[in-house]
Structure formats: structure tokens, C-alpha cells
């Protein structure tokens, strides 16, 4: 079996400007470096707005952190009259190595579909950013008892016609709608459940190697007292945190689970 490396990813939504990002980014390395984190062993990677990231830069770049940081969406489109929307190769030129795509509040509040998502995730491909391909099921399909299915139908959609070769360097979160920002987590059964049938259906749509190359995150209320449960689980890779992700102590917590 392939080692892959955990990966831990904060999500600050819509939250802190660039003042605050350069505060939390700067306190998150230094708490981190502090405890020894082995950046190598866990890799930790912010998501802030889109406006904080050339200060993320800076100082990611200038004071050689080893923090990785990335955006929360992009635009399928390159360039051109899509106004408001931001292309991926701008986001590699700020020397972003990752994208979140089809986040279930860009799905459910700004009306992405699994085809968009599709075309997204395309993009930062094409641009040479690590897609974090979110998906996930909301309440009602849980308690039908659907989840399995949804969440393979919305892997089936990205993967179809992408390349075996760049299969293995995607990262899919598996975030359920019901416990993001809720407070409510899934067990580490539940999260075990659904990550295992991604990785069998990254085999079937891709190869063996890419499936076991694939790293798969839980996201949905990871805290520092659930996060090690649920990290102990074969095919959980990482977390993709939200809430948690902008405290320093939260997050540098989650980040050294072991
Ligand atoms: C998220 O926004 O991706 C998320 C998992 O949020 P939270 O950790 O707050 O549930």
C-alpha cells in the first residue's frame, strides 16, 4: 500500500481579512513549530478568502513557512468576461498549491452542480493546483439511507474523463452536509464507511495505484477531541476543518493528533 501523508486543511470560509490572516498564519507556525510539528509526516495547509492570500504569500514565501495555502473555489474559465470570478492560473501565479471545488455551500447556496464541479476541478488541474473535491450528502438522504450512493454518484461525475495519471494527485473530502458547522460529527464508522467506497470506486473508475494514492478527508465539526478517533480510521487520510480551523490553538491541536 502506498504511504500517504495526512493532510490537514482549514477552511476559514469567509472569515479574517489580510491583517488577521498574516496574525493567525504567523501564530500557527510558530505554535506548530513550537510542538516540533513534523511538517513532513502531516501536512498542513490554510484555505483563506481569496483577498488574504498575496499576504499569505509574503509571508509564506518570505519567512520560508512551511505551511501550504490554497483557495476555497476558482472559476472553470481561464480569463475573460466573468465578472467577479477568479481564474486558477492567477491562483498558481500567487503560488497556491491547492483549491477547494463543489464546497456543499457553494452547491447548495450558489447553485454548483456536479458538473460544474466537474469543470472545476478540471481547471486547477490544468493549472497545476491540488483539487480538494468536496462532497457529501445532506440530512435527508442519510436518514433514507442513500449516502453511499449520493456521495458515489458525485465522485462518479469529477472522475469520468479525467486522466488515471492526475487521478492520483486529487484529494476528496468527504464533508456530510448535516455535520458542517453543526456541531454534529459523523462516527469514525461513518467516515470510514464512505471513504472506503470512494477509494473502491476510484479503483473501479481509475486504477488500483491511483485508488490507493487518493487521499480522502472527513470535514464536519473536526475538533481536537474527535479528530484522533476519527484519523485512526484506514481510509481517512486527513480533515478539511472549517469552524476550528481559525483558532491557532484548535487547529494546531487537530494538526498534531498523534
Ligand atoms: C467545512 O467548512 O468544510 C467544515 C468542515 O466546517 P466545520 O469544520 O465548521 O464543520
Redesign the pocket.
Known amino acids: 500500500m502506498t504511504d500517504r501523508t495526512p493532510l490537514m486543511a482549514g477552511?476559514w470560509?469567509m472569515n479574517l481579512d489580510h491583517l488577521q490572516a498574516t496574525h493567525l498564519v504567523q501564530k500557527l507556525d510558530w505554535s506548530l513549530r513550537d510542538a516540533r510539528h513534523d511538517f513532513a509526516a502531516v501536512e498542513v495547509v490554510v484555505l483563506p478568502p481569496y483577498t488574504d492570500l498575496r499576504s499569505v504569500q509574503t509571508l509564506v514565501q518570505g519567512d520560508k513557512l512551511e505551511l501550504g495555502y490554497g483557495a476555497q473555489d476558482l472559476s472553470q474559465h481561464d480569463s475573460g468576461a466573468y465578472t467577479g470570478e477568479i481564474s486558477g492560473a492567477f491562483l498558481a501565479k500567487l503560488g497556491c498549491s491547492y483549491v477547494a471545488v463543489g464546497?456543499s455551500?457553494r452547491r447548495q447556496l450558489h447553485g454548483e452542480t456536479d458538473e460544474l464541479v466537474a469543470a472545476k476541478t478540471r481547471a486547477a488541474l490544468k493549472h497545476e493546483l491540488v483539487p480538494i473535491v468536496?462532497v457529501g450528502e445532506p440530512l435527508e438522504v442519510r436518514q433514507a439511507g442513500e449516502h453511499v450512493a449520493h456521495v458515489l454518484a458525485q465522485v462518479d461525475a469529477v472522475l469520468t474523463g479525467l486522466d488515471a495519471s492526475t487521478v492520483s494527485g486529487l484529494v476528496i473530502?468527504y464533508?456530510p452536509v448535516w455535520?458542517?458547522?453543526?456541531g454534529e460529527v459523523a462516527t469514525p464508522a461513518d467516515a470510514q464507511e464512505v471513504c472506503s467506497a470512494i477509494r473502491t470506486r476510484v479503483a473501479e473508475l481509475s486504477t488500483g495505484d491511483s485508488a490507493d494514492a487518493v487521499r480522502l478527508l472527513y470535514?464536519?465539526?473536526?475538533k481536537p477531541g474527535n479528530v484522533a478517533s476519527i484519523m485512526a480510521e484506514e481510509d481517512v487520510d486527513g480533515a478539511?476543518?472549517?469552524?476550528?480551523?481559525i483558532s491557532v490553538e484548535d487547529f494546531a491541536a487537530i494538526c498534531r493528533y498523534q
Open positions: 477552511n470560509k464546497h455551500e468536496c473530502a464533508e455535520a458542517i458547522g453543526t470535514g464536519g465539526s473536526v478539511l476543518v472549517g469552524g476550528a480551523s
